[in-house]
């Protein structure tokens, strides 16, 4: 019997709903996101297998590791990264099938399991002793400052209208009841986290710390070979995990189908916005999120403390 | 183990004093006219990501050291390219007082496209046959 569940377990994370899947989802929106971007502009794209023809090809090159950097952060980085962000997705879609809790606020675990990647990227640019790496460093750092509070304040707004703080009865509540997004507060909320997660998953406009034209790849610049790689299908992991996790918090409930429906959709306005829009600065950024974002949290707060 | 590369090309631009011709046509083709990501060929701002030197201009005293430093910094194995008449062969600037020779006297060259500037149909042209030039090696 205990042979059994770690076998079931093991296969959980390596193969369904972790690692391989995951991965195979995350290589398919990273196609779709490119042939999107193209075809707005009137290109023809990449076929459909180019994500995986980029990461095979990453990893039968030379891994270059620098001289004066960390040598064990360097390389522990996106390992840690892209581990963290398996373990959050598998979880996730483990609970979207089982709809039970896990432990009691479980919630927060999440929330420090999808912050893990961008606090690793941190450190291994850190790690890598380069300028341009530390200047990513720095901006994601700022950044992180700047999208985590109102993302927070927007995710208790859910938690709040469910009363309970655990993801697993959330979930349950709003397959009762309403999900959160049926009221005015809930509506604010969903739109505040996706300005939020567009800046999580580091795309355009808040794709400042990566900045390929002004930082040279910005935090990835001294990556090479396998770990570049690994980097890239955090990446794309990560444009399957942070919607999900929205729609999970905000919007559950319907058949399976119905919930990659929501999920494409939020992924859809993601890419299209990072299509449509230029890199902002990082002053501009930071006051966006200070000024702009985190107002409206605060009044979807309030609004969900009086029940609107 | 060569075969990959002949899907996925990430390019890196250097340009090794040129007088920017060159340089030109080869953002020409980038840009989405000739739209190169369907052969999945990719501009790359660092050279630890790229497969391609793209080296454009005539190498001179100033530069040298620089295009030979950037050639140990890419990750190999990688090709490079030399873009246009001045990095194939000096054409008028062959006695020049400042230039180090041709591009090939400098680092292992695996593919020329002349001209002045070369047009960026012959740009691609000329990865296509780098492309089937690794596809032979395999065999």
Same mark, same amino acid.
């Given at each position: 019997m205990e042979k059994i569940n770690i076998l079931t377990t093991l296969v959980q994370y390596l193969v369904f709903p972790g690692f391989l899947f995951l991965a195979v989802a995350g290589l398919f929106v990273s196609w779709a996101d490119r042939k999107l971007a193209a075809r707005m502009q009137w290109r023809v794209g990449p076929p459909l297998l180019q994500s995986w023809y980029d990461i095979r090809k990453l990893f039968k090159k030379e891994l270059i590791i620098p001289e004066g950097g960390n040598t064990l952060a360097f390389i522990c980085a996106p390992v840690i990264a892209l581990l963290s962000i398996i373990y959050a997705g598998a979880n996730l879609i483990m609970i979207l099938f089982m709809q039970g809790q896990i432990f009691p606020g479980d919630l927060f675990v999440f929330l420090y399991l999808l912050s893990i990647p961008s606090v690793c990227m941190m450190l291994g640019a850190s790690a890598s002793a380069n300028p341009y790496a530390a200047l990513g460093a720095s901006r994601e750092m700022k950044l992180i400052l700047s999208y985590e509070l109102p993302l927070l304040i927007s995710i208790i707004v859910a938690a709040l209208k469910a009363h309970v703080m655990s993801l697993g009865l959330i979930i349950q509540f709003q397959m009762e009841h $309403?999900?959160?997004? %049926?009221?005015l507060s809930g509506v604010l909320a969903v739109a505040v986290s996706m300005v939020c997660i567009q800046a999580k998953m580091g795309? %355009?406009?808040?794709d400042v710390s990566e900045a390929e034209t002004e $930082?040279? #790849? #910005?935090?990835?610049?001294?990556y090479s070979g396998p770990l570049l790689a690994v980097w890239k299908l955090v990446k794309m992991i990560a444009m399957i995990v942070f919607p999900l996790f929205l729609v999970l918090i905000f919007w559950a409930g319907g058949s399976l189908s119905l919930v990659v429906l929501k999920c494409a959709g939020i992924i859809l306005i993601a890419i299209i916005a990072r299509i449509l829009s230029p890199r902002v600065r990082i002053d501009h950024a930071l006051t966006f999120f200070w000024r702009k974002v985190t107002p409206w949290a605060i009044l979807a707060l309030l609004l969900a403390i009086i029940g609107i | 183990m060569v075969n990959a590369f002949t899907q996925s090309l990430f390019v890196f631009h250097a340009a090794c004093s040129p007088c920017n011709n060159c340089d030109i046509e080869i953002l020409d083709m980038l840009a989405p006219r000739h739209d190169v990501e369907r052969f999945g060929i990719q501009l790359v701002g660092s050279p630890r990501h790229a497969d391609v030197l793209l080296v454009s201009g005539a190498v001179n005293k100033k530069v040298v050291h620089r295009i030979k430093r950037l050639y140990e910094q890419t990750a190999k194995p990688c090709f490079v390219i030399a873009v246009g008449g001045c990095a194939c062969s000096e054409i008028l600037f062959r006695d020049s007082y400042n230039t180090c020779g041709p591009l090939d006297t400098i680092l292992p060259v695996d593919m020329y496209i002349p001209g002045c500037p070369p047009k960026p149909e012959a740009m691609i042209a000329g990865i296509v046959k780098l492309m089937e030039k690794l596809k032979g090696k395999k065999k």
């Open positions: $309403l999900p959160a997004i %049926a009221s795309m %355009a406009p808040f $930082l040279a #790849g #910005g935090l990835f610049v001294e | -």
